[in-house]
């Protein structure tokens, strides 16, 4: 099992940017694949974006060319990168990493972060 301890998150305003972290306990994280998923009031948490092992990425339809995901596997961190946002991307933002395919991301797989709120608004 791998730790996962998530940073930044807060409040913007529509447009603004935010940098989430997510950073791992043990060097086993440079061969999981690393994914960020969000969670509004009443929803189902959603896959936002993944990276793999060899930088293969992933992104859903809703955040393509405004999120960029990306990992330091040095560092044992992964990155979401969040610009131009917009309030339906306020939510509960996790981070998980698991042993496996990036097509094989799922709710159900892995190790998970704490949470952090995003919240965009005027």
């Known amino acids: 099992q791998v730790q996962l301890v998530q940073s930044g998150g807060g409040s913007v305003q529509p447009g603004g940017s935010l940098r989430l972290s997510c950073s791992a306990s043990?060097?086993?994280?440079?061969?999981?694949?690393m994914t960020w998923y969000r969670q509004s009031p009443g929803k189902q948490r959603e896959l936002v974006a993944g990276?793999?092992?060899?930088?293969?990425?992933r992104y859903a339809d809703s955040v393509k060319g405004r999120f960029t995901i990306s990992r330091d596997d040095a560092k044992k961190v992964v990155y979401l990168q969040m610009n131009s946002l917009k309030p339906k991307d306020t939510a509960v933002y996790f981070c998980?990493?698991?042993?496996?395919?990036?097509?094989?991301?799922?709710?159900?797989?892995?190790?998970w972060g704490l949470g952090t709120r995003v919240t965009v608004s005027t």
């Open positions: 998980n990493g698991y042993y496996g395919t990036l097509r094989s991301a799922s709710p159900d797989l892995g190790d």
């Open positions: 990276i793999g092992s060899g930088g293969d990425t």
């Open positions: 043990r060097s086993i994280f440079s061969i999981y694949t």
